[in-house]
């Protein structure tokens, strides 16, 4: 294996050159528990922590690596390798942090391409994928929609279900497949181009695994498993979170990119939304709602029927989760900012007192 098939190119050449990092090996972390780093080089998997400096010149989370991330490492002991720096991400996908408001968490980076999937049967929803859309745009990230278990139905419901997709989501790809069948796989399998990066993103029980085992040609391990040697429940085995697909692309599969559904930028959903964006420039209001105002020009589309009902609906409540998100950030900021002026007070009281 290359660096190449992991997804290495000449951007990340050309950085590691212009950082003078010769000394160093260059790798991919393929997986992470806890601040343990599993890194793919082109001949080997190592173990990896970061070097003191890199934690200590750490300000937040997102400057530690995460899955995706190229790395310049050193080896110390055998299949130990220490992490020195992390190469600029191209494309991040985060999420809100469960614990802490407003903080965001990475759960991969280096990501090209999505594959939003979705089953036709109970779990078909367009606002979903809608949603999904909205943070392949916040996060760069390319989409393709994959409508799977295609078995499930038939021809003419298929049809019908694209063109309901169709209607409302245009210039995005729509693959049809069945893992049960191997319906589209060959078509799917096109998609997928040496050196890219991919994830898959929706939910619970649409066939993400089974597509995974699928693409990748075996069977691999479930990341949870019981340990037999304990048995003091789960345990987390050894796992992989990219591997690389025998057609050459790469594929990123992380406990975290399966909770990954809030939407909090603005230009994520502008760019969802564009028809509605573009209509709201002519609102009377400069900061229209779009729900009660007069003369708004969303309204008129969606009473005219130019805009569908339920797009608008679930940009609606996009935007106030975004808004809600958003103002926890500033609360967060305001918080830290008081915390600071706090802290100096004190640090200042402390120095007076001392002379
Ligand atoms: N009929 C049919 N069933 C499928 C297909 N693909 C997957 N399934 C079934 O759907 C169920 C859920 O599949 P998973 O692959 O576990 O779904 P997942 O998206 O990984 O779910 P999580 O691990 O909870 O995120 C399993 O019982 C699969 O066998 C398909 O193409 N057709
Ligand atoms: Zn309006």
């Known amino acids: 294996m290359t660096l190449e098939d992991l997804?290495?190119?000449?951007?990340?050449?050309?950085?590691?050159?212009?950082?003078?990092?010769?000394?160093?090996?260059?790798?991919?972390?393929?997986?992470?528990?806890?601040?343990?780093?599993?890194?793919?080089?082109?001949?080997?998997?190592?173990?990896?922590?970061?070097?003191?400096?890199?934690?200590?010149?750490?300000?937040?989370?997102?400057?530690?690596?995460?899955?995706?991330?190229?790395?310049?490492?050193?080896?110390?002991?055998?299949?130990?390798?220490?992490?020195?720096?992390?190469?600029?991400?191209?494309?991040?996908?985060?999420?809100?942090?469960?614990?802490?408001?407003?903080?965001?968490?990475?759960?991969?980076?280096?990501i090209d391409f999505a594959f939003i999937v979705q089953a036709v049967d109970r779990d078909f929803n367009i606002n979903r994928i809608e949603r999904y859309l909205a943070i392949c745009n916040t996060s760069n990230v390319r989409p393709i929609i994959i409508l799977n278990k295609i078995d499930l139905i038939?021809?003419?419901?298929?049809?019908?279900?694209?063109?309901?997709?169709?209607?409302?989501?245009?210039?995005?790809?729509?693959?049809?497949i069945s893992n049960e069948t191997q319906k589209g796989i060959e078509r799917l399998k096109e998609y997928l181009l040496k050196g890219k990066t991919y994830c898959l993103l929706g939910s619970s029980g649409v066939g993400k695994s089974t597509l995974l085992n699928n693409l990748s040609g075996k069977q691999l391990m479930k990341t949870n498993t019981i340990s037999t040697s304990t048995k003091k429940g789960r345990h987390v085995t050894s796992h992989r979170e990219l591997l690389?697909?025998?057609?050459?692309?790469?594929?990123?599969?992380?406990?975290?990119?399966?909770?990954?559904?809030?939407?909090?930028?603005?230009?994520?959903?502008?760019?969802?939304?564009?028809?509605?964006?573009?209509?709201?420039?002519?609102?009377?209001?400069?900061?229209?709602t779009h729900t009660t105002e007069i003369d708004c020009a969303v309204l008129a589309a969606v009473s005219k029927g130019e805009i569908d009902p339920n797009s608008y609906e679930n940009y609606l409540k996009m935007e106030k989760e975004k808004e809600y998100f958003e103002s926890t950030v500033a609360e967060k900021r305001k918080k830290d900012k008081d915390l600071g002026k706090m802290i100096k007070h004190f640090k200042k009281t402390r120095k007076s007192n001392k002379y």
Request: charged share 30%; glycine share 6%.
């Open 7 to 110: 997804g290495y190119n000449i951007d990340l050449e050309n950085y590691r050159k212009d950082q003078n990092l010769d000394s160093f090996e260059v790798g991919r972390v393929i997986s992470e528990h806890k601040e343990r780093y599993v890194v793919k080089t082109s001949e080997n998997e190592y173990n990896a922590e970061i070097i003191g400096n890199l934690r200590f010149s750490a300000h937040e989370r997102s400057d530690f690596p995460a899955v995706g991330d190229w790395v310049a490492i050193t080896e110390y002991d055998e299949d130990k390798v220490l992490i020195h720096s992390v190469f600029p991400r191209k494309t991040i996908v985060e999420r809100q942090s469960v614990g802490k408001q407003g903080e965001k968490q990475i759960i991969a980076t280096n």
């Open 154 to 176: 038939n021809e003419i419901e298929l049809k019908e279900l694209i063109s309901q997709v169709q209607e409302r989501i245009k210039q995005v790809p729509i693959i049809a």
């Open 244 to 288: 690389v697909l025998e057609n050459g692309g790469i594929l990123i599969d992380n406990p975290g990119m399966r909770e990954v559904g809030i939407v909090d930028s603005t230009s994520g959903l502008e760019r969802t939304f564009e028809t509605i964006i573009e209509l709201s420039k002519d609102c009377k209001f400069m900061d229209c």
